[in-house]
Each structure stands twice: as structure tokens, then as C-alpha cells.
């Protein structure tokens, strides 16, 4: 009988040895969440690489600086029509927003001077071409989307800059490659390369969201 106890705890002693690292990243999900900065940076240090696709291999800061009002080289044009990306009101929480996606096609966390800011992608059709809509959330509200379009020629930023321009009683020819326009709540940002086209919907309200961009 002892012989057989002790069998079996040495059983259990190599399955938990065997399984450890298993359990402890399904411990971390079950605790933090599958879409959490714990989960993800755990699942990295296991498998060296992230359990998502990303939405971006790059430091996010200078992504993020891209429309800081500071360039000088940007125009900026007021309007009195609400600014809101996907008919969602910015403060949404992340999981009343999410409830209603699939699963997203990339993911990404970071943390930044203590904050978690999370960036979730999905593809739609819009603006006649195959376009990425990213969500972000600091500590799980709602700062900003985007739309991403890459493989863009000049027809098709004429096209949609138009269109935005248009659709906030703008009725210009306006042709640099990046301009703002912002109310006293919020703000969209265009912005092309000449390959791809980021339109850019910020939260102005969100004192911490603007420190950290």
C-alpha cells in the first residue's frame, strides 16, 4: 500500500512537472484573461513569440506621435459634427465594445509607464477596399480607432480623403497627405504615404490617453 501511495504521488509529481509550464500559463488566463499584457508576455517567454498576430512589430510611441499637434506640417480644420469611429462613443468599455466582434484577426498589449493600452484589429469592408479597424483601450477604455487601408494608388486617396472631407461639411480640394479635424471632444487625423491610408479617431477628452501620446 505504501509502495502504491508513493507511486502515485511520484506520478503526480512528473505530470506537474511535465505540465508546469502549461498550467501556469492556463493559471494566468484564468486570472488575467487571454487578452491581457500577463497572458501575452507569459505565452512569450514560453513559446518566443506572441499567441496573436500582431497588428504592429514596432515600438507603438512613434506611432502614436504621429499625429501630435506639435508638426507644424499639419492643417487643421474645425467642424461642429460629432468626430466617432464605428458609431461607438469613445469611454465604451472594453468588454461591452468587444462583445459584439469575433475574434480579432491581430492583437497587440503594451504597458507603458504603468498603463496597459491594448490595440484590436479586424477586418471590414469599407471605403470600397479590404480595410484594418483597430480599437485601442487604456486600462480598458475606449481611446481610439482607426482605419488602416493599405495598397492604396493616388486615385483611391483622392477618393477617401474626399469622402472624409465631405462627411465633415468640408467641401474643399485639399490635397497634402495629412490633416486633422477636431471638435472640442474629439479629433480624426488622415494621414498617407502614398501605399497606405491611416484614418485616425482620438478621444481629446481623455487627459491620461493625451499624456501618453
Known amino acids: 500500500m505504501m509502495l502504491v501511495t508513493i507511486l502515485i504521488v511520484f506520478i503526480l509529481i512528473l505530470i506537474l512537472l511535465i505540465f508546469r509550464k502549461f498550467l501556469s500559463l492556463k493559471t494566468i488566463h484564468l486570472v488575467y484573461g487571454r487578452y491581457s499584457y500577463e497572458f501575452v508576455r507569459h505565452y512569450k517567454r514560453l513559446a518566443k513569440k506572441s499567441p496573436y498576430p ?19 506640417e499639419i492643417t487643421s480644420f474645425q467642424t461642429d459634427k460629432n468626430i466617432i ?11 461591452g465594445l468587444l462583445s459584439s466582434f469575433k475574434s480579432p484577426d491581430c492583437f497587440n498589449v503594451f504597458r ?9 484589429g479586424f477586418k ?7 480595410v484594418k ?26 477618393r477617401i480623403s474626399k469622402q472624409i472631407l465631405d462627411q465633415f461639411g468640408l467641401s474643399i480640394k485639399y490635397t497634402a497627405s ?11 487625423f488622415f494621414y498617407e504615404n502614398g501605399f497606405s491610408i491611416i484614418i485616425r479617431y482620438t478621444d481629446n477628452r481623455n487627459g491620461q490617453f493625451r499624456e501618453l501620446a
Open 112 to 120: 507603458i509607464n504603468g498603463q496597459d493600452l491594448k490595440a484590436y
Open 133 to 158: 479597424v483597430v480599437f485601442y483601450f487604456l486600462d480598458r477604455v475606449y481611446v481610439m480607432g482607426e482605419y488602416i487601408i493599405d495598397h492604396v494608388n493616388e486615385k483611391d486617396i483622392g
Open 178 to 188: 495629412k490633416y486633422l479635424i477636431e471638435n472640442k471632444e474629439s479629433s480624426l
Open 54 to 72: 500582431y497588428c504592429f512589430k514596432d515600438d507603438i510611441m512613434p506611432y502614436l506621435r504621429l499625429s501630435r499637434r506639435s508638426d507644424k
Open 85 to 95: 469611429f464605428e458609431s461607438i462613443p469613445f469611454g465604451t468599455d472594453e468588454s
Open 124 to 130: 471590414i469592408f469599407e471605403f470600397e477596399k479590404e
